[in-house]
């Protein structure tokens, strides 16, 4: 049994903390109002328990889930200590009051950022979607939704991914940390699009196709081939049709 600890007691947490617990973990929340996170504590049952920020901090793996525009690096900053050597789970997404743009420039992420403010800590940034709602109506079109990890640390993802076993959904190992500048952009324009028509927070990203083998089902093929080309030159073409490392 992991034990996870939340500083925050929001929308996601509690979806969060419930997923957990469904694997057969341990949660703490940490809230400032310690009253609050004991409330909610209670309602959730089992393996589930109520705490201040100090407290959430000092599990074995912890979860920040403060909105960052309402001032979540200040809050967190003194619990660099509490966290050295720990494996943090990032769900940070930088947006505006208004949901239209990010408070970080495009060179950074909100998980690069918890990275220096938290340097000795094992960071997995994940669950950066689904929106909230998604949780309790988790069946799409298509198939299930793709949550994406990105993080330096392989270890420290497969610990995340036991975390969260009863999670519905398929796990993709997106890179390393820096890649949450993508997940983190790709979150924002989803809300955006999914506003516009209507399914807003039922929203989500799923990486479509199949398995592909270079010059398996290219029907069109030997028509557009290069026939004057070296055989040389033909197998570097195809070579640079699959995806690289």
Do not use: C
């Not at 901090?57 to 920040?64: F, H, K, T």
């Not at 109506?137 to 330096?152: A, C, E, H, L, R």
């Not at 993508?182 to 989803?190: D, G, P, S």
């Amino acid at each position: 049994m992991l034990r996870l600890g939340i500083i925050g007691t929001g929308r996601m947490a509690v979806r969060l903390a419930h997923l957990a617990q469904k694997g057969g973990h341990s949660v703490v929340f940490g809230s400032r109002d310690v009253g609050r996170a004991k409330a909610i504590a209670a309602r959730l049952g089992s393996n589930v328990t109520g705490g201040s920020y100090e407290d959430a901090a000092g599990q074995d793996i912890v979860l920040p889930s403060i909105f960052i525009r309402d001032g979540a690096f200040d809050d967190l900053k003194p619990f660099a200590d509490a966290v050295d050597g720990k494996i943090v789970v990032d769900i940070l997404n930088p947006y505006n009051d208004h949901y239209d743009d990010f408070l970080l420039p495009w060179d950074t992420s909100a998980a690069e950022e918890l990275q220096k403010l938290w340097p000795g800590a094992r960071i997995v940034s994940t669950f950066k979607w689904p929106f909230w709602e998604a949780f309790e109506n988790p069946d799409f079109d298509g198939g299930p939704m793709d949550i994406v990890m990105t993080g330096d640390d392989d270890e420290a993802k497969a610990v995340v991914l036991d975390l969260f076993r009863a999670s519905p959904w398929r796990f993709l190992d997106g890179g390393g940390l820096a890649q949450a500048r993508f997940t983190e952009r790709m979150t924002l324009f989803a809300g955006q699009l999914a506003a516009k028509y209507g399914y807003l927070p039922r929203v989500g990203w799923r990486l479509l196709g199949e398995p592909w083998e270079a010059g398996v089902n290219d029907a069109y093929g030997d028509i557009i081939q290069r026939w004057d080309a070296p055989p040389a030159r033909a197998a570097n073409d195809a070579a640079l049709m699959v995806p690289q490392d």
